[in-house]
């Protein structure tokens, strides 16, 4: 596990040929972009978690049959501090790092104090953003950072702050059809309000005539909602929108604001300071995007965890939406490199397993209903909302299918009715129960990996196709339409495959989205990384993206070629 999970990993600079087996099909031009951790350690410091690794992007570039592959550090400004000062001096989510040992430790923290919130990372690990013509890598920190996706160079950080109050925003953004970007981000303490901030991008912005504008710059607030709590505003990962809503979970799993402002002191992590409190609801906030804001009904489901919304969409005047849930945040545990890099079998237990829920949600209220009844008259789902008072509701989900993580739909359907899932999957199977869990100190149903595989789950007919090989680890599967597609799976799926097989070497996977049969491999001959997320950019300049050489590599040739031999 640990050439998986725990293992530093070198960069590809120069693009690299691919080996491809099968055939790609001809129209799939393009670049798929992620992003993922990649170094684990620096000098003698290692980071806890794996969500803590420097992020490393890497791409595939496709076309006429042909696949280059090339990977690259995002030179943040956090690798740039780490790699100067040979260890790890900023702090990550599972890490707390100290910049200068010599200094006196305690002036540091109370200027950190002083500002309640320090300030945070811009390792962006995470994902990838698409903003106009611009692309960023994103983490759920202020700070983003532009790249350039066809030489994965870093370029500018840009800090949310100077735009909109937020100290933190998800990397799963949306987008409208016109390329518009909608995200959430939390606003701590912000005037003594903590809040929820729902922010607009832009895709283009014109003033003038004037073109090239940054619309980062353009930035504008949604809407807002209040935390429940000020000093203990919920974690999320990603949010829900319909054509006419946005769906918004305020979960259970907190931050502890006053935990976090202490935490450097007291030299423990940030993820310290999150935590699940199952004695709690978890609020369902739907928000109309006509007139900005949620709408009155207050609707809350049992206390979960979620970190990735699937879809949501409106059904004859209801609102469904589809989440990966945990019933517990043991997800967070298991990703901590020392459990990681033992044996996974023993150590990667979850005391709850990712399954993929239906809820569904009255958009309007039958004044006459009876305390009690079930709001929800679709024969499409069994998911109820029972009414409990005028204006509150209880919503009890659908059970799809468990196991899966990481889903991806057809983009053009986000919003709207939908029918296939596209996700890894990951079989927990029921081990014996040996104790009590730590985290939810009760006797706890264990689950431990026994399969990976992608998956296909098909919501109308509830059937799965799979994709699986032996030692294989799938990565988040990425669906491209065909040109002109009609149906929903008519396109191809992307996946890049690592194995945990020293001769294997790792690929990228090309299935066909329908049958789900595999249409071609392409093999790279070196240490790929687990990755987390990312996109496809169609009909990228497929030469460009073959010789594009980075200013860095532009650089060494040069000197290369002025350098006397020796
Ligand atoms: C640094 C930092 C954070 C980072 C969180 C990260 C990096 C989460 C990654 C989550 C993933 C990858 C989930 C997958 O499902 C917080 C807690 C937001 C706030 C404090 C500062
Ligand atoms: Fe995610």
Request: net charge neutral.
């Amino acid at each position: 596990m640990d050439i998986i999970f725990g293992r530093n990993k070198k960069e590809q600079l120069e693009p690299l040929r691919a080996r491809v087996t099968g055939r790609i099909p001809a129209w799939l031009q393009g670049t798929l972009l992620r992003n993922g951790p990649g170094m684990h350690t620096v000098g003698e410091t290692r980071y806890n978690h794996w969500f803590d690794g420097l992020a490393l992007l890497h791409s595939f570039t496709i076309g006429d049959g042909e696949v280059y592959y090339r990977s690259k550090y995002l030179r943040s400004d956090t690798y740039n501090a780490n790699i100067e000062a040979n260890r790890i001096v900023v702090s990550e989510f599972g890490t707390m790092a100290y910049p200068d040992p010599c200094k006196n430790i305690f002036s540091k923290a109370f200027s950190y104090l002083s500002h309640t919130i320090p300030d945070f990372t811009d390792n962006c690990l995470i994902n990838i953003m698409k903003c106009g013509e611009d692309f960023y890598a994103t983490t759920e920190t202020n700070y983003i950072r532009k790249i350039n996706p066809q030489t994965l160079e870093t370029l500018e950080k840009v800090d949310y702050r100077k735009h909109v109050a937020v100290n933190l925003a998800t990397s799963h953004p949306h987008y409208d059809d016109a390329g518009n970007v909608l995200n959430i981000g939390t606003s701590i303490v912000d005037k003594g309000k903590t809040k929820y901030v729902i922010f607009k991008i832009p895709a283009t912005v014109s003033e003038g005539g004037k073109k090239g504008l940054s619309p980062l710059k353009h930035m504008e607030v949604f809407c807002s909602i209040a935390s429940r709590a000020l000093l203990s505003p919920s974690y999320y990962h990603s949010f829900g929108v319909t054509e006419s809503y946005i769906v918004f979970l305020e979960q259970p799993f907190r931050m502890d604001i006053l935990k976090m402002a202490t935490a450097y002191i007291r030299g423990v992590s940030w993820a310290s300071c999150l935590a699940f409190h199952r004695e709690d609801k978890t609020y369902i906030h739907i928000i109309d995007q006509r007139t900005r804001k949620p709408v009155l009904t207050k609707f809350y489901t049992d206390p979960m965890v979620v970190f990735h919304h699937v879809n949501a969409y409106e059904e004859d005047g209801c609102l469904l939406f589809d989440i990966i849930a945990y019933e517990d945040s043991s997800l967070y545990q298991l990703f901590y490199l020392a459990n990681l890099n033992k044996d996974f079998e023993e150590n990667s237990r979850l005391t709850s397993v990712p399954a993929l829920k239906r809820f569904a949600v009255p958009l309007r209220m039958d004044k006459n209903a009876e305390a009690g009844s079930n709001l929800i008259k679709l024969s499409s789902t069994t998911a109820r909302a029972l009414k409990e008072k005028e204006d509150q509701v209880y919503c009890q989900p659908e059970l799809l299918y468990e196991g899966l993580e990481l889903p991806r739909i057809n983009y053009a359907h986000n919003g709207k009715r939908y029918r296939y899932v596209f996700a890894a999957e990951v079989q927990w199977s029921p081990i014996p129960t040996k104790g009590i869990s730590m985290l939810s100190n009760r006797p706890f149903p264990c689950f431990s990996p026994s399969d990976a595989q992608i998956i296909k789950y098909d919501i109308l007919t509830k059937s799965s196709l799979k994709w699986g090989e032996a030692h294989c680890w799938p990565a988040e599967p990425v669906f491209v339409p065909t040109p002109g597609a009609e149906d929903e799976d008519h396109g191809i799926i992307l996946s890049a495959i690592v194995s945990t097989d020293p001769q294997k070497l790792p690929f990228l996977l090309v299935l066909d989205a329908k049958t789900f049969t595999e249409l071609a491999r392409a093999s790279v001959d070196v240490e790929m990384h687990l990755d987390l997320h990312g996109l496809f950019i169609p009909g990228a300049d497929w030469d460009a993206g073959k010789q594009a050489h980075s200013r860095e590599e532009r650089d060494r040739a040069a000197e290369r070629r002025v350098a006397p031999r020796t």
